[in-house]
Every structure is written in structure tokens, then in C-alpha cells.
Nanobody, 121 residues
Framework: QLQASGGGLVQAGGSLRLSCAASGRTFSIYTQGWFRQAPGKEREFVAAISWSGGITSYADSVKGRFTISRDNANNTIYLQMNNLKPEDTAVFYC????????????????WGQGTQVTVSS
């Protein structure tokens, strides 16, 4: 299971740190990622990190503002989000999948329940 947390309401320009704690399986061997879904829109890729943490990938819209990281000893991944914008408002989901770092949600087999991030202008 994947349990996402850390969402909330923040003003534009503010920061949040999302966490995704894994249990019941050794997700440290999986690529893990963050996706988001705004109302009326499709789920979109945000960031992903390889099992070792050595490879990361970001959507262009968050590059330079968001940082994905992982702590395999604690089976947790993080998404540090800085300089948040109103267009970042969405439900954020963490996911895990086998293989290389990928951007398509269909490549991820395991999903958390989502955490709401709301950025006010």
C-alpha cells in the first residue's frame, strides 16, 4: 500500500512537502512517481525517481520548482514543492511501478489514495 500525505492549502509562492509511505511490499526496488489530477482534467505526470534515486524526471511545468526524493530505508518518497502556483491545484497521487522511470500512468501498477493540494492566488 501507498499512503500519500502532506497536502493542504497554501498561498501562491508558498511551499509544501508531500510524502508517500509504502507498506506491505518492498517498494524500494520500484520506480516511484507523483502524478496529479485537477478537476475536469486527466491525470498528468509530475515527477518520477528510479529505485536507486539516481535518475529523476520532471514535467516541464514543475521543473526547477519541485524536487522528488526517496528514502529507501524508510520506504518513503517525497515531493518538495516550492514557488507553488494556482495552476498546481490538484489531487496529487504517488505511484510505484517496475522498470525504468516512465511518465505514463499506465506504467505504474500501484497507487496511493491521493492528497489535495490547493494553491490560492
Amino acid at each position: 500500500q501507498l499512503q500519500a500525505s502532506g497536502g493542504g492549502l497554501v498561498q501562491a509562492g508558498g511551499s509544501l512537502r508531500l510524502s508517500c509511505a509504502a507498506s506491505g511490499r518492498t517498494f524500494s526496488i520500484y520506480t516511484q512517481g507523483w502524478f496529479r489530477q485537477a478537476p475536469g482534467k486527466e491525470r498528468e505526470f509530475v515527477a518520477a525517481i528510479s529505485w536507486s534515486g539516481g535518475i529523476t524526471s520532471y514535467a516541464d511545468s514543475v521543473k526547477g520548482r519541485f524536487t522528488i526524493s526517496r528514502d529507501n530505508a524508510n520506504n518513503t518518497i517525497y515531493l518538495q514543492m516550492n514557488n507553488l502556483k494556482p495552476e498546481d491545484t490538484a489531487v496529487f497521487y504517488c505511484a510505484a511501478g517496475a522498470g525504468y522511470v516512465r511518465r505514463h500512468p499506465g506504467e505504474y501498477a500501484y497507487w496511493g489514495q491521493g492528497t489535495q493540494v490547493t494553491v490560492s492566488s
